[in-house]
């Protein structure tokens, strides 16, 4: 797939005599190979940064030159067809690159490249909205983003599925409409599926690395780009400088398997905080005790509410049952805003008064709140990498409600990748890596990245008590990695603003008093 407009340049992976230059102190850099263009604006489209460069990088579909899992993969049971042999020797595939030039004419040698989460995520989605945070870098380095092979612009594996609709339609009757969705574009995506897990993601980076002529690179990534990260350095550790990991997925966290109880912790957290505030707890009282007591009525009967649509705006009939409930209390428990809300919504809640909780579907479902997942990318890595962690952690319930269970069903049918056993293996590494955690994170919370950082003899890990999911956009953390990246260490009392973030209050209805708001 290629925007008009934007010059690309096919270039082989596998070269046979390795090209190098020598520098001004007489040590070989590799030739950038792959030369960017100014990226296609839109008309009427102003950037968030000028001079950004595009372009595309073909590389091989699959490397190893066999077809993976092919009886597996073909769920018709049909013998193998001509477009899967195909696929055996041939078949290339387009990586999407974008390049944030640095602002200097002096740069430095090693670029930042950035790695989305998801799994699912386009890098080069999300790159304006990282622009703020990495401003101060951009001065010295290129920014780097490389939409990782099966989302955005690189060979995205798609399914035909609304991600505003799904969670609309969360509940338990329209997730079994939902699964017979999936099953339909397993089936369309089962001849290539094997192909885009995360060790092909990591050659594709170091392709991408050699291709622009970077001897060493830093890495930039949050959530499953974590992991992303971590399978670089088990494989790539000489390419890279420092990283940076933000909310630390390590494929051990084996979602969804591991969700319920990371996001029952979440919410205890804030039942915590507004407990221990004098006006929160008389308003609000134990709001998981709310959480449940809500949960358990609506399982035995659902209730209709009436919403504005947020892509038609006319109003729709949502089917409110615990399962719907669950996934809305846990996507709010990533969001720093939303999670004050919850406490007056789930009170709320438990006295049949569902206004706020109406609202918080409607906010959440909006387009500027997904994170527009290739789905497809999104259940191959799922239902390949993290259910093949053994054991298996048990699934436990989030107010009553297993959230595994669709996935489960899902990767009953999904296509099947080879995944070597010691993918799974801890990862050892002396690279300078500062691992940054939000403590109230509802997916990622801070153990998973004290386990990833005992293998790390070289790690920094901090922990910021006010943050959720992703600690980069919050208070002073851009200058915290701005100083890491460029001294492959935090100078002294550097770390010490991370501890200035600190939750937000949670918010009184109205009927508040004076006296009530002076109190928190």
Not at 60 to 80: K, M, T, Y
Not at 109 to 114: E, S, T
Not at 183 to 191: D, G
Not at 238 to 254: E, F, N, S, W
Request: charged share 20%; with cysteine; glycine share 6%.
């Amino acid at each position: 797939m290629r925007r008009g407009g934007i010059l690309w340049l096919l270039v082989g992976t596998f070269v046979s005599v390795f090209l190098s230059a020598c520098n001004k102190d007489g040590e070989h850099q590799p030739l950038q190979l792959l030369k960017l263009a100014p990226c296609e604006r839109l008309a009427g489209d102003t950037p968030a940064v000028s001079g950004a460069e595009c372009g595309y990088l073909a590389v091989p579909l699959n490397r190893a030159g066999n077809i993976a899992n092919a009886s597996d993969n073909n769920l018709a049971g049909e013998p193998v067809s001509d477009s899967a042999e195909s696929i055996k020797s041939a078949e290339n595939i387009e990586l999407y690159i974008k390049r944030w030039p640095a602002i200097s004419a002096a740069p430095e040698a090693d670029p930042l490249f950035v790695i989305a989460g998801g799994p699912g995520q386009s890098a080069t989605d999300i790159a304006d909205m990282l622009s703020g945070a990495f401003y101060e870098l951009r001065k010295k380095r290129d920014i780097v983003f490389v939409d990782q092979r099966g989302t955005g612009l690189s060979s995205p594996l798609n399914c035909t599925i609304d991600e505003a609709d799904q969670l609309l339609g969360h509940s338990a009757a329209a997730t079994d409409a939902s699964i017979e969705k999936y099953r339909a574009c397993a089936a369309s995506l089962a001849p290539r599926a094997a192909y885009y897990t995360t060790p092909e993601a990591v050659a594709d980076l170091e392709a991408v690395r050699k291709a622009l002529g970077y001897r060493t690179i830093n890495l930039w990534g949050g959530s499953y780009g974590t992991r992303v990260i971590l399978a670089y350095l088990a494989t790539h550790p000489k390419a890279l400088r420092a990283v940076v990991m933000d909310g630390v997925a390590p494929v051990q966290l084996a979602m969804p398997y591991s969700i319920g109880g990371d996001a029952t912790r979440a919410l205890g957290l804030i039942a915590q905080q507004c407990l221990a505030l004098p006006a929160c707890a008389e308003r609000y009282g134990d709001v998981a005790v709310a959480a449940n007591k809500t949960a358990v009525r609506l399982r035995a009967a659902p209730v209709t509410l009436t919403i504005e649509h947020p892509l038609t705006g006319h109003p729709t009939p949502l089917l409110l049952d615990d399962s719907k409930l669950a996934g809305l209390v846990r996507f709010s428990l990533y969001d720093r805003l939303a999670s004050r809300l919850l406490p007056a919504a789930l009170a709320a809640a438990a006295n049949e008064d569902y206004r706020l909780v109406a609202s918080l579907i409607a906010r959440l479902a909006t387009s500027t709140n997904m994170p527009n997942l290739a789905l497809g990318m999104h259940m191959t890595i799922l239902c390949n990498e993290d259910a093949g962690v053994t054991p298996r952690p048990e699934s436990e319930l989030f107010i009553g409600v297993d959230l595994a269970a669709p996935v489960t069903r899902i990767c009953e049918f999904w296509p099947k990748a080879n995944i070597a056993s010691d993918y799974y293996d801890a990862i050892h590494s002396d690279v300078p890596a500062l691992l940054l955690s939000g403590e109230r994170d509802p997916i990622t919370p801070p153990y998973w990245a004290e386990q990833a950082a005992s293998a790390l003899t070289n790690a920094t890990l901090l922990v910021a008590k006010g943050a959720h999911h992703g600690v980069t956009q919050e208070g002073c953390t851009s200058d915290v990695i701005t100083d890491f990246i460029n001294n492959t260490q935090l100078s002294e009392g550097r770390a010490e603003c991370i501890e200035k973030i600190q939750p937000l209050l949670p918010y009184l209805s109205p009927q508040s008093n004076n006296a009530e708001v002076d109190a928190l």
